[in-house]
């Protein structure tokens, strides 16, 4: 069985100040971060026993990857024949030359998604970093949430990076019709997709594939259908995903974050992203200037 998880570990910190993100400039101690390990070192040896072929995102609650424990855990699983993805959700901060690890990286099975946030990264650093990935190559994409403020930042990136890489620009919801029609035409010119991330869908009562071969599990081994629905479903170390695999119907109202609603049958997202889901990399991706 082939099965995408999202791990979210009991992390809660983040290197950066957004002023937007409730993890902004938040650190944990050692004994939290001992506990984080521990629960991914647990995940990792699941996997690595596991009769199932395995596609992974790690979806922290901040950055992760300044903790050496993920690093580790990333150049571990891509070298596991039980992982045929490994992805994480990094805002790039992350140490290019730590323990060597990125030269230890599986390039067949290691990806990024890299979020850049022009107020706390330099344009000149994030280039930096996502050229250690093109010069490894290993895929990535990257994006920024788009406030009004970024127009002239996100332009300029896009201009920089190469055509294959693709700039995906998150919708900032929380201001009903923040964007203007201009606006949205002008972003669409940098991300062909971006009208897919301006909505909220209705979802309750639509099929998704989370549940079904898409599953949420958290440090403890909880298993739940995705984030956003707090049902438990098991735990790894007591129950098989066969087990528990259902094609179910949403018990939410809406959903609206990238990682929930492209798993809804009704959207066909599946079909663009292909085996680009966890990484956020369009099938075939070539930016049409």
């Known amino acids: 069985m082939d099965i995408s998880i999202l791990y979210r570990g009991s992390l809660k910190s983040c290197n950066f100040n957004c002023p937007y993100c409730p993890f902004a400039g938040k650190k944990m101690n050692r004994q939290c971060l001992e506990k984080d390990q521990a629960g991914l070192a647990r995940f990792i040896d699941f996997v690595a026993d596991s009769r199932h072929h395995f596609h992974i995102l790690f979806t922290p609650y901040g950055e992760a990857m300044v903790h050496g424990h993920y690093r580790e855990a990333m150049v571990t699983l891509s070298r596991l024949t039980q992982v045929k993805k490994v992805a994480v959700q990094t805002n790039a901060s992350f140490s290019l030359t730590a323990d060597h690890w990125l030269d230890r990286l599986n390039p067949d099975t290691a990806a990024f998604w890299l979020s850049w946030h022009p107020e ?10 996502y050229q250690a990935l093109l010069n490894k190559k290993i895929a990535f994409s990257c994006g920024v949430v788009e406030l009004k403020e970024y127009f002239h930042d996100i332009s300029q990136l896009r201009k920089k990076l190469p055509r294959s890489v693709y700039l995906w620009i998150n919708a900032y919801k929380r201001t009903p019709d923040y964007y203007s029609k201009q606006d949205i035409e002008q972003l669409i010119r940098i991300d062909p997709y971006f009208e897919n991330n301006l909505f909220y869908y209705p979802s309750k009562g639509r099929f998704c594939r ?4 898409v599953f949420s599990v958290n440090e403890t081994g909880q298993i739940r259908r995705c984030h956003f629905v707090n049902q438990i479903l098991g735990n790894i170390s007591s129950i098989d995903f066969g087990q528990i695999s259902r094609a179910t ?12 609603y492209i798993y809804l049958r009704k959207l066909h997202q599946q079909k663009l992203y292909g085996s680009g889901m966890l990484e956020r990399i369009p099938e075939g991706f070539i930016y049409q200037q």
């Open 210 to 213: 989370t549940g079904q071969n």
């Open 120 to 129: 706390q990264m330099s344009r000149s650093r994030f280039e930096k970093q």
């Open 249 to 260: 119907a949403c018990p939410n109202e809406t959903c609206h974050c990238h990682i929930g």
